[in-house]
Structure formats: structure tokens, C-alpha cells
């Protein structure tokens, strides 16, 4: 019985072997091309025909799009990027920054369409929403990673038929916001938020800026929205003085008696210009001379 045991110890170690050789031989070879190829892989969405609004509270959610797997030559790790157009022919589109991995589980958020579709709608404010249902057309842009630049295909198109949105998704300069530089400046004695202080959006997404403004040194003040609210941003303990033309990081921990007041260095005359980035908030008081 041993000997037996040991014989189909040694044919499986055997066979091991070969199946690790044969794998070795017939490594797959990855198709490559020259630009981009167009092929037929994306399926028609089970939604396409359903009306849809994207809204504010559902703007976390996510479009779904399937699809096969264009000819890499094998079962490769590919890389799928959605694009968007409001015509069939795709004569302008943009294409959404997030990948996909999963031929079964592709999902552009619902806020990145919004934001497609209201731009090439012309919407510049609240005033222009909601917008009326129309066709987005949607396809995918597929490659592998380490050769992207001759490995790319172009899917077919498929088109959500009636898409709209009832949210400001798109990012509109110059808005006024409900945060302000509130502090003891001289038209505030109170700490007051008034109209000289706010915040308005800036040119490029999450930014913010105010006009110009003149605080007198030694000045302390936050940045905070009109009622002390959620935005009652400021400093740390032990890092509290604020110098113009330097990037300042805002605390906004409320934890421990909240965030501290930002001091003022030196006198200055400018725009205070506000930023986020991964979460975080930088203020920066630009002088006017620079």
C-alpha cells in the first residue's frame, strides 16, 4: 500500500511538472496595434429606457454598464474608462477619470454624469434646473496598463434615453457661499459675517475667494459660515499665527474646545484665497503686491 501511495505521490509531482512546463510554453501573447481599435463589447443597460433624475440625495449612486472583453489576445487585467457625449457620434465627450476593473461591474457616479451632462447643456446656475430628460450616450474606452497606447479599443455606444438632473453638479465660478472671514476686523467688532468677507467660488473646482480686504496686524478671526455651523474652521494649538503669501492649514477638528482663533502677523491688503484638497483646507492671505 505504501509503494502504491508513493507511485501517485510521484505521478502527481509528475504531472506537476508538465502542466507547469506546458503553461510555460504556451504563455499567451498580448495582441497589440497600432491607435485605437473600435469593437463591439459593451451591452445595451438594463436601465436604458427608465427615466432617470440624479438629484442631491442620490448623487452617490452609480450608472451600471456590462461588457465583454475585446480581443486581447487572452484573459488580460484590463483598464475601462467611461465617456460620455450627448450625440451619438461622440463629437464631444469627456471621459471620467475613474477605472474599472470589472467587466460586470463598471459604475460611474451618478454626480460625474450630472456634471457631464449640465455642462454640455449650458447650465450656469440653479435658475437652469432641473434641466429636461435627454439622451446620454455612454461607451468605453479599454486597454491594458502596462501597454496603453497600442492596446486601446473603442466600445459601441449606448444611450440612457431619458437622464437628467435637479442639482448643481458642475462647479460655476464666482457664487456667493455661506463662509466668511469672521473676526475682529475693523467693520466687525462683533465678529459679524458680512458681504466685505465671503467666500465666492473660484475659477477651478474647490476653491474660494473673497475680494479685496485690509486686516491690521495682530487681527485674530476664523473662517466660519453666518450662523457658527459646521464651518467654524481655525487653528491648532501651538500654531495659531498666520503669515501672508504662506499656505495656512485650517483645523477643523471640533474636538477639545474646536479649532483655535488664526492670528494675524503682520498688516495686510488682499484676497484671502481658500482651497480643499483630499479633505483638507489650506487659507492663504495673497497680498496684493505679489
Given at each position: 500500500?505504501?509503494?502504491?501511495?508513493?507511485?501517485?505521490?510521484?505521478?502527481?509531482?509528475?504531472?506537476?511538472?508538465?502542466?507547469?512546463h506546458e503553461t510555460w510554453d504556451d504563455n499567451p501573447v498580448l495582441k497589440t496595434h497600432e491607435g485605437v481599435k473600435e469593437a463591439a463589447f459593451l451591452n445595451n443597460p438594463v436601465m436604458q429606457d427608465m427615466p432617470i433624475m440624479i438629484s442631491?440625495?442620490?448623487?452617490?449612486?452609480?450608472?451600471?454598464?456590462?461588457?465583454?472583453?475585446?480581443?486581447?489576445?487572452?484573459?488580460?487585467?484590463?483598464?475601462?474608462?467611461?465617456?460620455?457625449?450627448?450625440?451619438?457620434?461622440?463629437?464631444?465627450?469627456?471621459?471620467?477619470?475613474?477605472?474599472?476593473?470589472?467587466?460586470?461591474?463598471?459604475?460611474?457616479?451618478?454626480?460625474?454624469?450630472?456634471?457631464?451632462?449640465?455642462?454640455?447643456?449650458?447650465?450656469?446656475?440653479?435658475?437652469?434646473?432641473?434641466?429636461?430628460?435627454?439622451?446620454?450616450?455612454?461607451?468605453?474606452?479599454?486597454?491594458?496598463?502596462?501597454?496603453?497606447?497600442?492596446?486601446?479599443?473603442?466600445?459601441?455606444?449606448?444611450?440612457?434615453?431619458?437622464?437628467?438632473?435637479?442639482?448643481?453638479?458642475?462647479?460655476?465660478?464666482?457664487?456667493?457661499?455661506?463662509?466668511?472671514?469672521?473676526?475682529?476686523?475693523?467693520?466687525?467688532?462683533?465678529?459679524?459675517?458680512?458681504?466685505?468677507?465671503?467666500?465666492?467660488?473660484?475659477?477651478?473646482?474647490?476653491?474660494?475667494?473673497?475680494?479685496?480686504?485690509?486686516?491690521?496686524?495682530?487681527?485674530?478671526?476664523?473662517?466660519?459660515?453666518?450662523?457658527?455651523?459646521?464651518?467654524?474652521?481655525?487653528?491648532?494649538?501651538?500654531?495659531?499665527?498666520?503669515?501672508?503669501?504662506?499656505?495656512?492649514?485650517?483645523?477643523?477638528?471640533?474636538?477639545?474646545?474646536?479649532?483655535?482663533?488664526?492670528?494675524?502677523?503682520?498688516?495686510?491688503?488682499?484676497?484671502?484665497?481658500?482651497?480643499?484638497?483630499?479633505?483638507?483646507?489650506?487659507?492663504?492671505?495673497?497680498?496684493?503686491?505679489?
Amino acid at each position: 500500500m505504501k509503494k502504491i501511495s508513493i507511485i501517485f505521490a510521484l505521478a502527481a509531482a509528475a504531472l506537476g511538472f508538465s502542466s507547469c512546463h506546458e503553461t510555460w510554453d504556451d504563455n499567451p501573447v498580448l495582441k497589440t496595434h497600432e491607435g485605437v481599435k473600435e469593437a463591439a463589447f459593451l451591452n445595451n443597460p438594463v436601465m436604458q429606457d427608465m427615466p432617470i433624475m440624479i438629484s442631491e440625495s442620490n448623487r452617490d449612486g452609480s450608472f451600471l454598464l456590462t461588457c465583454s472583453q475585446p480581443d486581447f489576445g487572452y484573459a488580460a487585467s484590463a483598464t475601462y474608462k467611461v465617456q460620455v457625449s450627448m450625440s451619438e457620434d461622440f463629437a464631444k465627450f469627456k471621459e471620467i477619470s475613474q477605472a474599472f476593473f470589472d467587466c460586470s461591474q463598471i459604475t460611474p457616479l451618478n454626480s460625474d454624469i450630472a456634471s457631464i451632462v449640465e455642462e454640455f447643456s449650458g447650465v450656469k446656475s440653479e435658475a437652469d434646473l432641473p434641466m429636461p430628460y435627454q439622451k446620454v450616450y455612454m461607451r468605453l474606452r479599454a486597454y491594458i496598463a502596462e501597454s496603453e497606447d497600442n492596446t486601446q479599443y473603442l466600445s459601441n455606444a449606448v444611450c440612457f434615453n431619458s437622464v437628467s438632473a435637479d442639482y448643481l453638479a458642475i462647479w460655476v465660478a464666482d457664487v456667493a457661499t455661506n463662509m466668511y472671514l469672521r473676526g475682529g476686523f475693523p467693520e466687525t467688532g462683533g465678529w459679524e459675517a458680512i458681504e466685505k468677507y465671503q467666500f465666492k467660488t473660484g475659477e477651478t473646482e474647490n476653491t474660494w475667494v473673497t475680494g479685496e480686504i485690509t486686516i491690521p496686524k495682530d487681527t485674530e478671526f476664523k473662517v466660519a459660515d453666518s450662523s457658527w455651523g459646521s464651518c467654524n474652521w481655525g487653528a491648532s494649538d501651538g500654531n495659531t499665527d498666520i503669515v501672508p503669501n504662506t499656505p495656512f492649514e485650517l483645523n477643523l477638528d471640533p474636538a477639545n474646545g474646536g479649532p483655535k482663533n488664526i492670528k494675524l502677523t503682520e498688516d495686510f491688503k488682499g484676497v484671502a484665497q481658500l482651497s480643499m484638497n483630499n479633505g483638507i483646507y489650506t487659507l492663504v492671505l495673497s497680498s496684493s503686491t505679489n
